[in-house]
């Protein structure tokens, strides 16, 4: 029987889909979420959970076999050094495709294959603001709580702004006729 064992070719000759499937493997690895249409992502998926099943297990053979494939050294260590270890509790299914729709120009069915425990970033942004923004709003409240009984304490409170039309009755009064009044 020759049950799974076939792959789709993706038009392309085998120089080629080897490639391209390296070169998406180390970009999803280095950013941990790629978007590509459904086809590449299945045969994406299939190159890149072997690897990181190898990666669980950090070993100089392991590392010259992933090596061949991936050649950025920097994603190969990511690799080993994080991903490997946070899968470790898993048996397989390190992957996940999400439909994003089509695209546009050729109606492709578009996807997002991503790492099972991949967080996106606006969600760690937001979680870490949310506290911090419940503080800031929380601390002008405070802040003009406590400038209001300063102002009774000391006994003077500010005078309201002068509108244009009280400063030019100032000016127009003779300068004796304050005193008079501050007497009163």
């Not at 299939?46 to 950090?58: F, L």
């Amino acid at each position: 029987m020759n049950h799974k064992k076939g792959f789709n070719k993706l038009n392309r000759n085998a120089s080629h889909r080897k490639a391209l499937l390296r070169n998406m493997a180390t970009v999803l690895f280095k950013h941990e979420r790629i978007v590509t249409t459904k086809a590449k992502a299945i045969e994406v998926r299939r190159v890149a959970e072997k690897m990181i099943t190898r990666a669980k297990e950090d070993s100089v053979h392991n590392r010259r076999v992933i090596g061949e494939k991936i050649t950025d050294q920097a994603v190969l260590a990511k690799l080993f050094t994080d991903i490997g270890p946070r899968m470790k509790d898993r048996n397989g299914g390190y992957t996940r495709i999400l439909k994003i729709g089509f695209r546009d120009q050729d109606a492709a069915s578009m996807v997002v294959l991503e790492l099972v425990d991949h967080k996106l970033d606006g969600d760690k942004k937001a979680d870490k603001k949310k506290p911090e923004a419940k503080a800031k709003k929380a601390e002008p409240k405070a802040a003009s709580k406590a400038k209001k009984p300063d102002a009774k304490a000391d006994g003077k409170a500010k005078a309201p702004r002068a509108t244009k039309k009280a400063a030019e009755a100032k000016k127009s009064e003779p300068e004796s006729a304050e005193p008079a009044k501050s007497a009163e």
